[in-house]
């Protein structure tokens, strides 16, 4: 099972990564941003903040990552069948809205 990552920085946003400017909308896997699927979890490290974001992967259809300046959104889409009561997480700048977040960034670990 493959889930795409979607990616948008807003305009106003300078962004960059291993000091290339990054703008725009653009797919996951276009800068090193690949979904891991182990059991009943999906987990990506998004690279704007090094937050590893991990959430339920039942009925998980597609993530958008939305970065604001500093504020990195994790959103986690999926089949009408699996939305669940959404849960919120936020650690170091990343904030993720998924079914059971789970947020890791230097030994710190946060949960929904």
């Known amino acids: 099972m493959s889930i795409p990552v979607f990616v948008s920085i807003d305009p106003k946003s300078k962004v960059s990564l291993d000091g290339k400017v990054v703008e725009g909308r653009f797919m996951g896997d276009e800068i090193g941003i690949n979904v891991n699927i182990e059991g009943e979890r999906a987990t990506l490290k998004e690279p704007f903040n090094n937050v590893e974001v991990s959430m339920a992967a039942i009925g998980l259809n597609g993530i958008n990552v939305i970065v604001n300046g500093e504020q990195v959104h994790v959103l986690g889409n999926y089949e009408p069948d699996?939305?669940?009561?959404?849960?919120s997480a936020s650690l170091g700048g990343t904030i993720a809205v998924c079914n059971s977040a789970r947020l890791t960034r230097e030994g710190e670990t946060v949960r929904s």
């Open 82 to 87: 699996n939305i669940t009561f959404r849960a």
